[in-house]
């Protein structure tokens, strides 16, 4: 069983930067995939931007390429998603979720485990 803890929500102006963590239990963290999903009230949980188990590998959704960044420590059991030129469209509860057979994908359906979100709230 892996436990994963969302922080670094907030509220921020348009154009500003916010750094999410989150931090796992377990000790087979760096065999994990670690992605990070958004949902927008009223709207589908949707994909933001996913690692491998190595940190070798990453992808992103067409909407935050270029903005989002994301990264793992995994001596830290924690990854990380640095939010810069943030807009109002990104306001949403920001989960991660890990994927105990690494694949990294996009799909929400291959994570096993999720967090209990974080809020992220950009003002125009």
């Known amino acids: 069983q892996v436990q994963l803890v969302e922080s670094g929500g907030g509220l921020v102006q348009a154009g500003g930067s916010l750094r999410l963590s989150c931090a796992a239990s377990?000790?087979?963290?760096?065999?994990?995939?670690m992605g990070w999903f958004r949902q927008a009230p009223g709207k589908e949980r949707e994909f933001v931007a996913a690692?491998?188990?190595?940190?070798?590998?990453?992808s992103y959704a067409d909407s935050v390429k270029g903005r989002f960044t994301i990264s793992r420590v995994n001596a830290k059991n924690t990854v990380y998603l640095q939010m810069n030129s943030l807009k109002p469209e990104d306001t949403a509860v920001y989960y991660c979720?890990?994927?105990?057979?690494?694949?990294?994908?996009?799909?929400?359906?291959?994570?096993?485990?999720w967090g209990q979100g974080t809020q992220v709230t950009v003002s125009s």
């Open positions: 377990g000790r087979t963290f760096s065999s994990y995939a």
């Open positions: 690692i491998s188990g190595s940190g070798l590998y990453t």
């Open positions: 979720a890990a994927d105990r057979l690494g694949r990294a994908s996009s799909r929400d359906g291959t994570y096993d485990y």
